[in-house]
């Protein structure tokens, strides 16, 4: 009986656990589509502002990889966000023309700093996946235990109840009439 209950209580706890990963997954996957729809719709404007500000120069743009739509998924938002805050950032002369605009380097780099939390929250939501299917397969083992468990346990008390059929009913096991 010791075993039984010592399994019944791993699966209880394991099914505890497993609902606070899930929790804290989907928490994560949370900050995460918040923080790439603030990149997304900052990008699109500061592109749409390189494409005006740097149509003079066809070699950066190119470089900058303006053409195309922006990613509509997290990894290729991000890497698309990273190179195009950074190569800007790193070209005086499209800082120059980008103020022109209106859009300064400290702007610039503050969306950068964003892109940098999106990858951080990136890592941070494979992790809490990661979390989450590890507990489930271990709620999932610890199930399967306490199945075997009682699968045995019912098959020994029918045997030990043959002529008591109202002893396994008090056990909640089901007796045919």
Known sequence: MANGQTYQQDAERLH????????????ATQTLAGIADEIRSRLIVDRRIALTALK??????RQLR??????????????????????????????EKMAVYGTTTEMLTIRLD???????????????????????????????????????FIR???????????????LGIYVKE
């Open 16 to 27: 505890s656990t497993q609902d606070v990963e899930y929790g804290n997954q989907v928490a």
């Open 56 to 61: 003079s120069l066809p070699g950066l743009m």
């Open 66 to 95: 303006l053409t195309g739509p922006v990613s509509g998924l997290n990894e290729g938002l991000y890497n698309q966000a990273s190179h195009f805050y950074t190569e800007l950032l790193n070209n005086e002369e499209a800082l």
């Open 114 to 152: 964003l892109v940098t939390a999106m990858g951080e929250a990136m890592k941070e939501q494979q992790i809490r996946i990661g979390q989450a299917q590890l507990i489930t397969a271990q709620r999932r083992e610890a199930m399967q235990k306490l199945d075997t468990w009682m699968s045995r």
């Open 156 to 170: 020994a008390a029918r045997l030990a109840f043959l002529d008591e059929p109202k002893e396994l009913k008090k």
